[in-house]
């Protein structure tokens, strides 16, 4: 494969870490998308509904792509889900402290809910085409490859930066190129240290950024 001769700079923003307005932040669970055939471009996103109400940003947000990290409670069952790389501690105990009393056989299902994991995002928020273009609307390349979709997963986002606006394309070579950019992009401007969460993502690595939030 040729290196791409792609001018833009691969790194953005200070080494100080992220400036207001950023962080942003979003959350909800995975729902469908447009049915664009992302995935068949290699670039499958992550739809989240927007709730204006719960991120109030972002209907003055600028259309186009940002950059950021995800975190997403892969079910039990999910082969990326923690439980599945590392093996479950047997000799924790979790004392639930709220009476499940509607589960009768809570004793033999004690499982803990699966927890948050963190992985390096870019995405878009542009309009919903369904609404006629008048609701906005966020899809999340996350920038790891996974085993199964999925779909129904609360996700969380905390956005850093802006990477670039949207654009419209002659073709898709094009429009894929210039993707592969923001992946490039987002990768190189989050691996440093004020730009990575303490908390550690998938994949290795902890910075100084305050990732609490992903994963509370
Ligand atoms: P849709 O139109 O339903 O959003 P996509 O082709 O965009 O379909 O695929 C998105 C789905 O692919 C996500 O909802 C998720 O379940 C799955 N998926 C698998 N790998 C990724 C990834 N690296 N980033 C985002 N979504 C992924
Ligand atoms: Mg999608």
Not at 80 to 92: I, L, V
Not at 188 to 199: D, F, H, K, N, Y
Request: aromatic share 8%; with cysteine; proline share 10%.
């Amino acid at each position: 494969m040729a290196e791409p001769t792609n001018p833009r700079p691969r790194i953005l923003y200070s080494a100080a870490g992220p400036e207001p307005p950023f962080p942003l932040r979003m959350e909800g669970t995975v729902i469908s998308g447009f049915g664009r055939g992302s995935k068949e471009l290699g670039i499958p996103t992550a739809n989240l509904p927007v709730d204006a109400a719960a991120t109030p940003w972002i209907a003055d947000a600028r259309s186009g792509v940002y950059f950021g990290w995800a975190s997403l409670a892969l079910p039990r069952t999910h082969p990326d889900a923690s439980s599945s790389s590392s093996p479950p501690s047997s000799t924790t105990t979790t004392t639930t402290t709220n009476n499940n009393t509607d589960n009768p056989s809570s004793s033999s299902s004690t499982t803990p809910p699966p927890s948050f994991q963190i992985y390096p995002m870019v995405m878009s928020i542009g309009y919903n085409p369904f609404y006629k273009n008048s609701v906005r609307s966020a899809e999340v390349h996350i920038l790891q490859a996974f085993g199964a979709d999925f779909y129904d997963a609360p996700m969380r986002l905390l956005i850093l930066g802006f990477v670039r606006d949207e654009k419209d394309y002659s073709g898709l070579d094009a429009l894929v190129e210039d993707i592969r950019v923001d992946c490039d992009v987002a990768r190189q401007s989050l691996a440093r240290e004020a730009w990575t969460p303490a908390e550690g993502v998938v994949g290795g690595g902890s910075g100084t950024l305050d990732g609490s939030w992903l994963v509370r």
